[in-house]
């Protein structure tokens, strides 16, 4: 079956075409010289959505029905005056369920959210997260203060997590009216005073797992996490096979809740990977031990991955570094190159 890879990178937006023969062919850029954060194309309906960003226009959201032939800009994207806060950056759009077709959500800095109901044409913030009582405590990581990403529960359509860095997670019961910390058991190393704070942890990814909802994931700043009661308490899974608790990749296989993928990074001092290796690190036992899988990567190598930068489905994971080169592999099986010499590649996503 083939896939496209839908790469958002510093200079615009590129599609990797994969054909039977596990090869891969790329298009022409589109959106040529925008900062593509996060690009996705929406399984319901085949609309590309890029979280696109520049100098001049700001954060915006585009929109193609056609492959990316033509372009709209969303409407709406904005902060309420009373806020006391203005829209920076787009970093992360999320089409809804099945059984929304007009829903997309849409995060931002500084840690807001957007939810629209007529297929990201415009859009509305999310009061509850806007107004959160802990904000005051939410800090900027070293990327801004920033909603990174969204999270659905497949079985209940009101049930969504957020991402910030950092502040931590946030789980909804209620469509986004009303959010509530889920943080509980997750570090914040760098608050020695309170390690475990409700508020404050630096998220890096987190992930619902697609065919088990009750069971999420998150790579952090602090460590990789697997909760088993919907983010209600969080177990940590580093140290046992992994070389450092440092990264921002996450991948999971969506038929197998006990698989994750991280691609471990020296910390935040040093963000290259591990062991002068560009290594990936699979779990096959829900973060009891880890194993390196690197057959088909280069050696050595320094690389970055980014938050946005690993995606996943269910024939396998894909995943593309700030030096322009794309990976992919099925769940079992050898890396390939999909491409190379690409703009700094800030985010991958996989789509039939």
């Not at 789980?171 to 009216?177: E, K």
């Not at 909802?213 to 952090?220: H, S, V």
Request: aromatic share 8%.
């Amino acid at each position: 079956m083939s896939r496209t890879i839908v790469v958002g990178t510093r200079k615009g937006l590129f599609l990797i075409r994969e054909d039977d023969d596990d090869g891969y062919a790329l298009d022409p850029p589109l959106l040529a010289g925008w900062e593509v954060l996060h690009a996705v194309r929406d399984p319901r309906d085949g609309t590309l959505f890029a979280c696109t960003n520049s100098f001049v226009h700001g954060g915006q959201l585009h929109r193609s029905k056609d492959d990316g032939e033509t372009w709209e800009i969303a409407e709406g994207l904005g902060l309420p005056e009373e806020s006391g806060l203005k829209l920076g950056k787009t970093w992360h759009v999320e089409p809804g369920l099945a059984s929304q077709p007009g829903v997309v959500w849409l995060g931002a800095e500084p840690a807001c959210l957007f939810r629209s109901e007529d297929g990201g044409a415009t859009f509305t913030p999310v009061q509850g997260l806007l107004e959160h009582p802990t904000r005051d405590r939410w800090q900027p990581g070293a990327g801004g203060l920033i909603c990174h990403s969204i999270t659905l529960d497949r079985d209940d359509p009101e049930r969504l997590y957020v991402g910030i860095s950092a502040a931590g997670v946030f789980r909804s019961d209620d469509g986004g009216t009303s959010w509530a910390p889920a943080n509980k058991g997750t570090a914040a190393d760098f608050m020695p005073d309170d390690p475990y704070p409700e508020v404050g942890q630096c998220v890096h990814k987190v992930h619902v797992h697609p065919g088990r909802p009750e069971r999420l994931w998150q790579q952090n700043h602090c460590g990789v996490y697997r909760s088993d009661d919907r983010g209600r308490s969080w177990e940590r899974l580093d140290g046992n096979g992994l070389p450092s608790d440092f990264g921002f990749g996450l991948g999971l296989h969506p038929d197998d809740p006990d698989v994750a993928y991280v691609i471990p990074e020296h910390g935040a001092g040093n963000r290259v990977t591990t062991d002068d290796r560009l290594g990936v690190y699979k779990t096959t036992d829900a973060g009891a031990s880890w194993r390196l899988e690197s057959n088909g990567l280069p050696e050595p190598a320094w690389s970055v991955i980014l938050r946005e930068g690993m995606d996943f489905d269910a024939f396998g994971v894909a995943f593309g570094t700030q030096s322009g080169f794309v990976y992919a592999r099925p769940h079992e099986g050898r890396w390939v190159e999909a491409a190379r010499h690409l703009p700094p590649v800030l985010s991958v996503s996989l789509s039939a």
